[in-house]
């Protein structure tokens, strides 16, 4: 497949020209560029036909989307513009997970949109009801398809106008179904209209940053370039375009890949079910360790894996998670597998339970962020108003959102997250 970006990067480079342009290194990294002459703008290429334009045309052939978008913003900047694009068409009030990730509600803030979040059966689970009671009075839905644990939400055609958060999921386009099953679908496999912002850079060979903004055949597109700009940089990385060009071409030539890697891993959760490791259900290319289970928190296993030279993706109290990669080998899991298994295990604990919190709402979150606020210890911020998003990273999931009223379930939720201070409104006089 034509890989017009880094064809032009690689003749730009050969040139060898006095680069009297951005960026400062003046070649130092000599595909960082800027703009020049032939570079197409990321912005603008829906109108330039140029080398930006055709890469994203080749990249919606291959996930089959009627219109995809580079971001280089990664899928916040996506979430952002897909929002934009929703507010753009009359979406005042959005449906949304209250498992959403942070750039939900910052966008949301700034489009001055209220967002209806919608509860999961289990705490930071993507699992939620949809239905015609609980969407009532939204003009749009945000559904995040994989969670951070590898759940998934139930594939339901909610018939009103979709954003799909589908960060943890780009390479479930290139999934054998016949191999893997239909639990864990590409939104663009769904069938019916939707817009869906994905991460390139979480499970895809490209640098990070790299995301996707697609529109599938029934949706609206045509401002979706200038809600980009609205968020995006005006000085978007060539870097990272150039590896998303450098996918469409891997991908086309190599789909087995994905393939290659999901049994991989597949292989790797039979091994360690053997060998009794306690695991929870998840997405093909993810393993979620209970490490309760094992006699130990989350953070003490993911200690003993970085003993044994693996890094984990993420860990809590109760689970540690793995994230493997398209291009994940059997070696990779091989490792992996020592890793796990020389960890010393324990006695078995019981989950620990985080309190369910529902917090009253106190004013709209667009409101309550930008209004004056000051800095409180967390065990004096019951019965005050939140002010700013308060969020562990990963997953990057408020507890509290700004305009939520602080009671006592809210603090304790934060305490067992480690939180310490929180911001708050001040109130008048003080």
Same mark, same amino acid.
């Given at each position: 497949?034509?890989?017009?970006?880094?064809?032009?990067?690689?003749?730009?480079?050969?040139? !060898?020209?006095?680069?009297?342009?951005?960026?400062?290194?003046?070649?130092?990294? /000599?595909?960082?560029?800027?703009?020049?002459?032939?570079?197409?703008?990321?912005?603008?290429?829906?109108?330039?036909?140029?080398?930006?334009?055709? %890469?994203?045309?080749?990249?919606?052939?291959?996930?089959?989307?009627?219109?995809?978008?580079?971001?280089c913003g990664g899928s916040t900047l996506a979430i952002q513009a897909g929002l934009a694009v929703l507010k753009s068409q009359g979406c005042n009030t959005i449906a949304a997970s209250r498992y959403s990730h942070r750039a939900l509600a910052s966008a949301a803030a700034l489009l001055k949109m209220n967002v209806k979040w919608l509860y999961p059966r289990e705490y930071m689970t993507a699992?939620?009801?949809?239905?015609?009671?609980?969407?009532?009075?939204?003009?749009?839905?945000?559904?995040?398809?994989?969670?951070?644990?590898?759940?998934?939400?139930?594939?339901?055609?909610?018939?009103?106008?979709?954003?799909?958060?589908?960060?943890?999921?780009?390479?479930?386009?290139?999934?054998?179904? !016949?191999?893997?099953?239909?639990?864990?679908?590409? /939104?663009?496999?769904?069938?019916?209209?939707?817009?869906?912002?994905?991460?390139?850079?979480?499970?895809?060979?490209?640098?990070?940053?790299?995301?996707?903004?697609?529109? %599938?055949?029934?949706?609206?597109? /045509?401002?979706?370039?200038?809600?980009?700009?609205?968020?995006?940089?005006?000085?978007?990385?060539?870097?990272?375009?150039?590896?998303?060009?450098?996918?469409?071409?891997?991908?086309?030539?190599?789909?087995?890949?994905?393939?290659?890697?999901?049994?991989?891993?597949?292989?790797?959760?039979?091994?360690?079910?053997? %060998?009794?490791?306690?695991? $929870?259900?998840?997405?093909?290319?993810?393993?979620?360790?209970?490490?309760?289970?094992?006699?130990?928190?989350?953070?003490?296993?993911?200690?003993?894996?970085?003993? !044994?030279?693996?890094?984990?993706?993420?860990?809590?109290? !109760?689970?540690?998670?793995?994230?493997?990669?398209?291009?994940?080998?059997?070696?990779? =899991?091989? $490792?992996?597998?020592?890793?796990?298994?020389?960890?010393?295990?324990?006695?078995?604990?019981?989950?620990?339970?985080?309190?369910?919190?529902?917090?009253?709402?106190?004013?709209?979150?667009?409101?309550?962020?930008?209004?004056?606020?000051?800095?409180?210890?967390?065990?004096?911020?019951?019965?005050?108003? =939140?002010?700013?998003?308060?969020?562990?990273?990963?997953?990057?999931?408020?507890?509290?959102?700004?305009?939520?009223?602080?009671?006592?379930?809210?603090?304790?939720?934060?305490?067992?997250?480690?939180?310490?201070?929180?911001?708050?409104?001040?109130?008048?006089?003080?």
């Open positions: 497949m034509n890989t017009p970006i880094c064809n032009f990067l690689e003749r730009y480079t050969g040139e !060898n020209r006095l680069r009297l342009h951005m960026p400062g290194h003046k070649g130092e990294f /000599p595909h960082d560029i800027t703009e020049v002459f032939g570079a197409d703008s990321l912005y603008q290429s829906d109108l330039s036909g140029g080398i930006i334009g055709t %890469s994203e045309a080749l990249a919606a052939s291959v996930f089959g989307a009627k219109k995809t978008c580079y971001s699992d939620v009801t949809y239905n015609s009671e609980t969407v009532s009075g939204a003009d749009a839905l945000f559904i995040t398809n994989i969670d951070y644990y590898g759940g998934t939400w139930k594939f339901i055609n909610p018939k009103m106008p979709v954003l799909i958060d589908n960060a943890h999921g780009a390479y479930l386009k290139f999934v054998d179904k !016949n191999i893997f099953g239909t639990e864990y679908l590409h /939104p663009l496999d769904l069938g019916f209209p939707l817009i869906c912002a994905e991460s390139a850079h979480k499970t895809l060979p490209v640098i990070t940053g790299s995301a996707y903004l697609h529109f %599938s055949d029934s949706a609206d597109a /045509p401002r979706a370039k200038e809600m980009m700009a609205m968020f995006g940089s005006s000085s978007p990385s060539y870097l990272i375009l150039e590896s998303l060009d450098r996918f469409n071409s891997m991908i086309a030539e190599n789909v087995q890949m994905v393939n290659n890697a999901c049994e991989a891993v597949a292989l790797l959760k039979e091994k360690l079910e053997s %060998s009794g490791i306690p695991m $929870r259900k998840s997405d093909p290319l993810r393993i979620t360790i209970n490490a309760r289970e094992c006699g130990m928190s989350g953070f003490e296993f993911a200690r003993g894996l970085r003993a !044994n030279g693996v890094e984990c993706e993420m860990a809590d109290e !109760n689970y540690v998670v793995l994230m493997f990669s398209a291009i994940t080998s059997m070696e990779d =899991c091989e $490792r992996a597998e020592m890793a796990v298994m020389f960890v010393p295990m324990g006695i078995p604990q019981p989950l620990v339970k985080f309190p369910a919190i529902q917090p009253a709402v106190d004013m709209p979150m667009w409101e309550a962020m930008f209004k004056p606020q000051r800095i409180v210890s967390v065990e004096r911020a019951s019965g005050e108003v =939140c002010g700013a998003l308060k969020s562990p990273c990963p997953p990057g999931v408020p507890l509290i959102f700004p305009g939520e009223i602080i009671d006592h379930n809210v603090v304790e939720a934060l305490k067992m997250h480690g939180v310490k201070t929180v911001s708050v409104l001040t109130k008048s006089g003080v």
